[in-house]
């Protein structure tokens, strides 16, 4: 985790050098807003990033003597058969689609994000008491 971390604070420090270059010699602030808030997310990504590098034992990518095969092994559990994202993907392309079109369509878009989002919150959840 520590090369990600280094990534994104080189990035941040590339990002404010783009966005103090570009207001200068823009001087449109639409633009030159967008780059610091990248400069700034950059800076919080890169920082958790670094900062949880230190807590965590160091990975195969943080070994330049690595293989690719030292890092293989189980990288977490992963639904493998899951609909909620797809609702859930639908119903934000709609919502946002609403900002455009009208906003009755958040409206429509609405129980499609909340089916997607309790769904996938619940999605393995049986209940505390059930003897199956």
């Given at each position: ?34 780059l ?26 943080d ?45 429509v ?24």
């Open positions: 985790m520590k090369i990600q971390g280094k990534m994104f604070l080189w990035l941040a420090l590339f990002m404010l050098v783009m966005a103090i270059v570009y207001g200068v010699w823009s001087k449109e602030p639409v633009g030159t807003t967008g610091f808030l990248a400069f700034g997310l950059s800076v919080m990504i890169g920082y958790y990033l670094a900062f949880t590098a230190r807590r965590v034992d160091a990975g195969a990518q070994n330049k003597e690595a293989d690719v095969a030292d890092d293989a092994g189980e990288l977490g559990f992963f639904s493998p058969h899951s609909w909620q994202p797809l609702s859930l993907g639908l119903g934000g392309a709609f919502a946002f689609a609403g900002v455009a079109f009208g906003w009755w369509l958040v409206f878009s609405a129980p499609l994000l909340i089916i997607g989002l309790f769904g996938w919150v619940f999605e393995y959840y049986h209940g505390e008491n059930r003897t199956q």
